[in-house]
């Protein structure tokens, strides 16, 4: 019997921020937070969606520049919290 060698699991590659072009980005994250993935909010690895967003919309945020982002939306953010609207 020949076994095939198991699949390696691939991470998936933080983009880099549309806005301001900073590598410094980090996923956000939906749903339930279990204990591992709440080590890594805490350690600033990862954010937690606000949840008044939709499911899934947001996918990654800058922490250069508080942009956050998903495949099919864009969000900056003014200095303060405030959202644009651009």
């Known amino acids: 019997m020949v076994r ?3 699949a390696k699991k691939s991470k998936k590659r933080a983009p880099r921020c549309p806005r301001c072009k900073s590598a ?3 996923p ?3 749903g339930i937070i279990t204990p591992s993935l709440q080590r890594a909010i805490d350690a600033g690895r990862a ?3 606000n949840r ?3 499911e899934g919309m947001m996918e990654w945020y800058c922490k250069s520049c508080g942009c ?3 495949r099919h939306s864009l ?3 003014r200095p303060g919290g405030v959202n644009a609207t651009s």
Request: hydrophobic letters at 55%; proline letters at 5%.
């Open 4 to 6: 095939k060698p198991a």
């Open 24 to 26: 410094v980005v980090i």
């Open 28 to 30: 956000v994250i939906h």
């Open 47 to 49: 954010i937690a969606a």
């Open 52 to 54: 008044e967003e939709w």
């Open 68 to 70: 956050d982002w998903g």
């Open 75 to 77: 969000r900056f953010k």
